[in-house]
């Protein structure tokens, strides 16, 4: 942080570099240590993340954001665990959405509400499979994902709608209705998914509307 205050491209890396080797440090005291628990070792390795973000915004550093956003992705993986229930999993990758939207809101990085998008949807499909309340629970995530990348890209558009940002705007709001879909279709009840799909068609109306 010292370093890029002259050389913004330098103190990026050294910015980088040092939050991944938080990561590697949690990951090897929890692996071969089992000196944090599996939420600890999350919890740490997702405030060395945001201190990423926040140098990331406070010296325009685009490169910057999208590796915290990628490490942020990664760290719940270096210390999965069967005790994270669905619930945890998912409100971690909502912390991790609306940080980056707030990085977006910042600078107008819309990339990265798409790499969000992308993480949320790879991160949903090994759960789309679970039954009962887990089921209800990842549909109703299901549902607050798709309002926040719904709102988000509303907002995009309106605010920072340019021939460069154009494209990922309309990525984003295909890949958002995708991503719904795929839900409904995997964990809704089938008499319900004829009425969600309706009741959301007429939102992303509105939305188109607006």
Same mark, same amino acid.
């Given at each position: 942080?010292?370093?890029?205050?002259?050389?913004?491209?330098?103190?990026?890396?050294?910015?980088?570099?040092?939050?991944?080797?938080? &990561?590697?440090?949690?990951?090897?005291?929890?692996?071969?240590?089992?000196?944090?628990?599996?939420?600890? !070792?999350?919890?740490?390795?997702?405030?060395?993340?945001?201190?990423?973000?926040?140098?990331?915004?406070?010296?325009?550093?685009?490169?910057?954001?999208?590796?915290?956003?990628?490490? !942020?992705?990664?760290?719940?993986?270096?210390?999965?665990?069967?005790?994270?229930?669905?619930?945890?999993?998912?409100?971690?990758?909502?912390?991790?959405?609306?940080? $980056?939207?707030?990085?977006?809101?910042?600078?107008?990085?819309?990339?990265?509400?798409?790499?969000?998008?992308?993480?949320?949807?790879?991160?949903?499909?090994?759960?789309?499979?679970?039954?009962?309340?887990?089921?209800?629970?990842?549909?109703?995530?299901?549902?607050?994902?798709?309002?926040?990348?719904?709102?988000?890209?509303?907002?995009?558009?309106?605010?920072?709608?340019?021939?460069?940002?154009?494209?990922?705007?309309? $990525?984003?709001?295909?890949?958002?209705?995708?991503?719904?879909?795929?839900?409904? &279709?995997? !964990?809704?009840?089938?008499?319900?998914?004829?009425?969600?799909?309706?009741?959301?068609?007429?939102?992303? !109306?509105?939305?188109?509307?607006?």
């Amino acid at each position: 942080t010292w370093r890029i205050r002259k050389y913004e491209h330098q103190g990026g890396i050294f910015t980088a570099i040092g939050s991944t080797t938080i &990561l590697l440090t949690i990951t090897a005291a929890r692996q071969l240590y089992d000196f944090f628990t599996p939420s600890v !070792a999350l919890f740490i390795m997702l405030m060395s993340i945001v201190y990423v973000a926040f140098v990331s915004v406070r010296y325009n550093q685009k490169s910057l954001a999208v590796t915290g956003l990628i490490l !942020a992705s990664i760290a719940p993986l270096l210390v999965i665990s069967p005790d994270f229930s669905i619930t945890e999993m998912f409100s971690y990758l909502l912390v991790v959405v609306l940080g $980056t939207l707030w990085v977006v809101n910042m600078r107008r990085w819309s990339i990265l509400t798409f790499i969000s998008l992308m993480v949320v949807f790879l991160y949903g499909l090994p759960y789309l499979g679970v039954r009962g309340t887990d089921q209800d629970i990842a549909l109703l995530f299901s549902f607050i994902f798709t309002t926040v990348f719904f709102i988000a890209n509303i907002a995009g558009v309106i605010f920072n709608e340019t021939d460069e940002t154009k494209p990922i705007h309309i $990525t984003i709001g295909l890949g958002t209705g995708m991503y719904l879909i795929m839900w409904i &279709l995997a !964990a809704a009840s089938p008499e319900w998914q004829s009425l969600l799909c309706v009741s959301w068609m007429i939102v992303f !109306a509105f939305g188109s509307y607006i």
